[in-house]
């Protein structure tokens, strides 16, 4: 087990350990801890077979919810084993009677997805909700996502609006970001744009590329706050600067576009050189498309108007950015 895994299973199996206190059957429940102690050693010592071995006796001869737990995620990674998402779903279900919230959440998503036996999101919607309601925060994602799209449930985009804002206020970046996406994007019942920009702020505080993105579409576009070109160009820049793709050609116009707004006719050479190099990053990562056609139209015409001398330091500095976040999206 690779120094990532280890702390991947950890930071999963204490959530859950830590949830599983917080009952009024805290002290039954600590013996069930105290009973896989063994097996969560040999699991972060890497030795998946005793491991495995420890945690199945427990599961199968005392009916250790952590152990049926920590079985489903077995089968779900494939530690030491092949993956069996059929397998996990049978041990997470098992757990999840247990009340072991992260199973319940495990056992939902194999419901909804219709994993090993036919899909049944209304049923994964009452997991989701047994599970948020015993403090896993994140179910309160999954579980809006069925009442925005009326999956299982009647759709209901105020409820699902909701459930993501419970999450936001716990302060979970990811439903801080959906809730400013559905406040931007969603229901036209629950629109809100500047409400919307308050929790992007709250991500874009974190340094979260994508609600920096979305800070930069509000400015630019006046939406929910006044427009400014500037304002905007600093939160785009911030998130292609992380690598967030969908920064980069509105990073790339609106340093294009200040070009030719100077007051006494002279040109900013920060600017430029800005333009040249998130042009050319832009053009180097699209792969097509009608941005690409544009940014490929306004490097040429800032090539045009800069010295050559600058080209070499500045490719250098874009190709140090590209290989930084190869890959990413």
């Not at 801890?33 to 199945?56: I, P």
Request: include cysteine; charge should be negative; proline fraction near 3%.
């Amino acid at each position: 087990m690779n120094v990532i895994t280890k702390r991947l299973f950890l930071t999963v199996v204490a959530l859950a350990i830590t949830i599983f206190f917080s009952s009024s059957q805290a002290l039954a429940r600590n013996d069930l801890a105290y009973e896989v102690r063994n097996a969560e050693k040999a699991l972060a010592d890497g030795d998946y077979e005793k491991a495995y071995n420890e945690y199945s006796s427990l599961a199968e001869e005392k009916n250790n919810p952590l152990a049926q737990f920590t079985l489903g995620l077995f089968f779900q990674n494939g530690w030491g084993r092949p993956e069996d998402q059929v397998q996990a779903c049978q041990w997470f279900a098992k757990a999840a009677a247990g009340d072991i919230p992260a199973a319940q959440h495990f056992f939902a998503d194999c419901l909804n997805l219709g994993i090993g036996q036919a899909a049944d999101p209304a049923q994964a919607a009452i997991w989701y909700e047994k599970a948020a309601n015993l403090g896993h925060t994140i179910s309160l994602i999954s579980l809006a996502d069925l009442y925005l799209t009326g999956t299982g449930v009647s759709k209901n985009p105020v409820k699902g609006l909701n459930f993501c804002h419970q999450a936001a206020e716990q302060g979970v970046i990811a439903a801080q970001i959906k809730v400013g996406l559905l406040l931007l994007e969603g229901d036209a019942s629950i629109r809100d744009a500047k409400e919307a920009a308050s929790w992007f702020q709250l991500a874009a505080q974190k340094n979260m590329p994508e609600a920096q993105y979305y800070l930069g579409v509000l400015a630019r576009d006046g939406l929910g706050m006044e427009r400014d070109p500037l304002i905007a160009r600093n939160w785009f820049e911030r998130a292609a600067s992380q690598g967030y793709l969908p920064a980069y050609f509105p990073t790339a116009q609106l340093y294009f576009a200040s070009i030719g707004e100077q007051q006494d006719g002279r040109i900013s050479e920060p600017d430029l050189a800005k333009a040249y190099m998130w042009l050319s990053a832009t053009a180097k990562r699209l792969q097509d498309g009608d941005e690409l056609v544009r940014t490929e139209k306004m490097l040429t015409e800032v090539m045009a108007i800069m010295p050559d001398t600058w080209v070499e330091g500045l490719d250098a500095k874009v190709a140090k950015h590209l290989a930084e976040f190869q890959g990413q999206l």
